[in-house]
């Protein structure tokens, strides 16, 4: 019986391609997904101390929102 990767919920997919490592296809179709749906914004490196600080404290601040949801 062959697997259905593209019904498969995005959570399910990467459990099976942790689980099957040598599935090409199952692999293929997660990395798909995954960049179909990341952002396509783009940000310029930090030029100073200060400015990688204020990204960290916005990575920060995010990663708790996420831990909230």
Do not use: W
């Not at 990688?52 to 990575?59: F, H």
């Amino acid at each position: 019986m062959k697997l259905d990767f593209n019904s498969m919920k995005k959570t399910q997919l990467r459990a099976y391609v942790i689980a099957h490592p040598n599935d090409k296809a199952a692999f293929h179709i997660f990395v798909d997904r995954f960049t179909s749906e990341a952002p396509t914004e783009t940000f310029d490196l930090p030029k100073s101390i200060a400015e990688v600080e204020e990204v960290d404290i916005l990575i920060r601040k995010k990663l708790e929102q996420l831990k909230k949801n």
